[in-house]
């Protein structure tokens, strides 16, 4: 089921690309993120807890401003895993600093672990970030206000999770460069 989520995950990402608009500017193919995270919890009794770990988060750009991506991360705590899969859409809202914000949603996949008993349930995530352009290719990426909500045990769990990390961006060449 993972494997036909993914692949028409990829198959819509590949068609929008074909159907989005030609651009005046050249845009590039996306990049590749990755870094710290840490996330708070709301347990079933109201008390929250703390976990971190790590993420890798892929984009693939359709146009200057709309893209898709896909999000891998574990988080670690005491006696605690948990493996995250997300894939949705973004917004980057581009100007002309190297400055960059944008907004994301999209539904996924979170394995938890805790004593050897192991869960699966869908989850949600939405929020915003800031890319600040260092170089050409790399950014320094931060994404201070995510949520993520999930559905363990048939309970809703709201999750509030902070990241950052960099990302290497991959550019288009230009006619120029070939």
């Known amino acids: 089921m ?16 074909a159907v989005a608009p030609a651009q005046e500017k050249q845009i590039d193919w996306g990049s ?49 895993n948990v493996h995250v899969e997300f894939y949705g859409v973004f917004h980057g ?13 999209g539904p996924g996949y979170i394995r938890a672990s805790s004593a050897g008993t192991i869960s699966h349930s869908l989850g949600w995530c939405g929020g915003g970030g800031l890319m600040i352009r260092l170089t050409r290719r790399l950014s320094f990426e931060t994404i201070p206000v995510e949520y993520v909500i999930n559905t363990a045990n048939g309970n809703v769990g709201n999750n509030i999770v902070a990241r950052a990390g960099f990302a290497i961006t991959f550019p288009k060449r230009r006619s120029s460069d070939k």
């Open 32 to 80: 590749v993120g990755g870094g710290y995270l840490s996330q708070l919890t709301e347990g079933t009794t109201g008390d929250w807890t703390s976990t971190h770990g790590w993420y890798v988060l892929p984009t693939f750009n359709i146009n200057r401003q709309v893209g898709v991506f896909a999000d891998f991360a574990n988080l670690y705590g005491k006696d605690e």
């Open 2 to 17: 993972k494997f036909k989520f993914v692949v028409s995950f990829i198959a819509l990402a590949v068609s929008c690309s």
């Open 93 to 105: 809202f581009g100007n002309k600093t190297r400055l960059t914000p944008f907004i994301f949603t």
